[in-house]
């Protein structure tokens, strides 16, 4: 509660005005109270007195308070020394000890301002607000000018809970300082709390008659009127609100809220363009009131879809160098599958703010998801340069080498990047995977094995590791029975895939077990039909095995046919015979 900043930074003030003004209060005491039995007694005090506030302000409050008590005890009712000492042992929390020492202080010298305060303060702490509020009271009148010592009553009275009465506080200080926004918002609170919604709303028409075109008090008493089931008297302060500020984008805020309320889509959508067209209002705003509609988009409501992207391009017109309005533009395109769309606002949006990696983040997957493979190395290529410890940018320039067939490029990224994995087996497994390949690629065997036997080291159920591993083993004719054993186990993990129960055929082709090589790459075949060139090129080959050359050659051309068979397909079908 605001209220509570007053004490604080009463306390704050009576701190700093303990060590300014103690000698003043010293030389006070000594003339009136306070007498030494001797000159030594009075320089031992003032001695000890000077060295607490020293050991204070160097924030060595223990010695402060053994110098202070030194102090109590050369002049026991020193009111000075019984104030320090009080504040201190406040600090610590001995509160009983500090209370005492504050009415020494005060009874010391009644009239002190600051003595008062402490008191107080200590007294609130220990929720005694009836003689709390007789001090402070005790304040107001002999300082009527002063606010601090109203708003000090007003926390003690909220306090213990006598709202009515810190009403009649509020409304003594209005009487001294005028209409103010942090009374009158503060009145309305109680006044709520008390139930008394009239007076509530009579608070804020008063606030709003002082300052009429401040459009904040408006909307305060239009959202007091909606919190009551007010709408009618909420829209009409909201219209003369709009007479009097036509173009406040807060306003419109809130109309579009209003209007949002009551289910008026239409309205809510006709005041949100207002409020996006217009520069002065914050974009980070815009985009909050935005984002709920990332998750309510579907295909089939294109009426909501219209909506929002209308929205989305104002948004963008009105803040063409804001590189998150950008980024939320992609995020939307995203949402409904244009990748091509999300792309280009995403680099726009990196172009404008290098610093946010989500972006070139949702760069790369889109280039995954769209096969644009140049696209990815570029992206990834920027990304590590931005984010060098990020392994993902590695991961996916890696994978973008790979299939463009630059496998020292991929070789080299791909071992950048595997030391920056912390904590992310399925990311360091898929490392391992795509060196695997690579290093395959460049007839560099061992290397080869060694990557993908870690990779399933790290995730032993790694169906794509288990499918390549297995394929290019048998390619090799080399750990057959190792070869047989993975591609068994990718297909028990994801059966009916037609790429693997390809490679499981062609470790029984490179095992001579061609009839059971025939009847995985038919199951092969029922999957993806006639529009695999692998495929049927292999089934071709194992026919041709089985001493069914005629049918062998038919597949032969059909792989032909569906596209981009083996470096020897031609050759087998111009001399209709296997060639490997």
Not at 425 to 440: E, K, P, R, T, V
């Amino acid at each position: 509660m605001k209220i509570r900043h007053y004490i604080i930074f009463g306390l704050g003030i009576l701190l700093l005005a303990s060590s300014c003004g103690s000698a003043g209060r010293i030389s006070k005491d000594k003339n009136k109270k306070t007498e030494f039995v001797s000159e030594a007694k009075r320089l031992e005090f003032e001695t000890s007195f000077y060295n607490g506030n020293k050991e204070k302000i160097l924030g060595n409050n223990q010695e402060a308070a053994r110098n202070f008590a030194n102090c109590l005890r050369v002049s026991p009712k020193n009111a000075a020394a019984s104030y320090e000492l009080s504040m201190l042992l406040f600090k610590s929390g001995d509160i009983t000890n500090a209370e005492k020492l504050a009415a020494n202080a005060l009874d010391g010298d009644p009239h002190n301002e600051w003595y008062c305060l402490l008191y107080t303060e200590i007294l609130m702490q220990q929720k005694k607000f009836k003689p709390a509020l007789s001090l402070l009271e005790k304040l107001i009148v002999s300082n009527p000018g002063n606010p601090e010592n109203y708003l000090l009553k007003i926390n003690c009275l909220l306090m213990s809970g006598d709202l009515k009465a810190a009403i009649k506080e509020y409304d003594r200080l209005e009487k001294i300082n005028g209409i103010s926004e942090e009374i009158s918002i503060q009145k309305e609170r109680i006044y709520i709390k008390l139930q008394k919604f009239d007076l509530a709303v009579e608070e804020l028409k008063k606030l709003i008659k002082s300052n009429p075109t401040e459009i904040r008090y408006h909307n305060l008493l239009a959202e007091l009127y909606l919190a009551n089931n007010k709408s009618d008297k909420a829209l009409q302060v909201y219209e003369e609100a709009r007479k009097i500020e036509p173009d406040n984008p807060y306003l419109h805020a809130s109309l579009a809220d209003f209007y949002r309320r009551n289910k008026n889509t239409k309205a809510y959508f006709e005041e949100l363009k207002l409020v996006f067209k217009n520069r002065d209002y914050p974009p980070d705003n815009k985009i909050k009131s935005i984002a709920p509609y990332y998750t309510a988009l579907n295909s089939s409501d294109v009426e909501l879809s219209s909506m929002v992207f209308e929205l989305l391009d104002i948004m963008v017109a009105t803040h063409p160098d804001d590189a998150a309005v950008f980024a939320v533009r992609g995020d939307f395109y995203l949402k409904e599958e244009k990748l091509e769309k999300a792309h280009e606002m995403y680099r726009k949006s990196a172009k404008i703010d290098k610093s946010n990696y989500s972006v070139y983040n949702q760069m790369m997957l889109i280039d995954s998801k769209l096969g644009n493979f140049e696209n990815m190395i570029l992206d990834a290529g920027s990304a590590t340069e931005l984010f060098p410890s990020q392994p993902l940018p590695y991961l996916m320039g890696g994978m973008a080498h790979n299939q463009q067939k630059n496998y020292t490029k991929a070789i080299a990224m791909l071992r950048s990047g595997i030391g920056y994995v912390v904590d992310n087996n399925l990311m360091l497994s898929q490392f391992y995977a795509n060196l695997g390949d690579a290093y395959y690629q460049q007839k560099e065997y061992v290397r080869t094995d060694s990557c993908f036997d870690k990779a399933l080291e790290i995730n032993p159920d790694d169906t794509y590791v288990l499918n390549n591993y297995s394929y290019y083993l048998s390619l090799r004719k080399q750990k057959l029975d190792k070869a047989e054993k993975m591609s068994k186990k990718s297909n028990e993990l994801d059966p009916g895939n037609p790429s693997y129960m390809d490679t499981y055929a062609w470790v029984f082709y490179a095992m001579q077990k061609y009839t059971d090589a025939k009847g995985w790459i038919e199951r092969a075949l029922e999957k993806d039909g006639n529009k695999n060139a692998v495929l049927l090129e292999h089934y071709g080959d194992i026919l041709y095995k089985l001493d069914m050359k005629p049918q062998a050659l038919e597949y032969w051309i059909k792989a032909r046919e569906a596209g981009t068979g083996s470096e020897f397909l031609e050759k087998k079908i111009a001399e209709k015979k296997l060639f490997e």
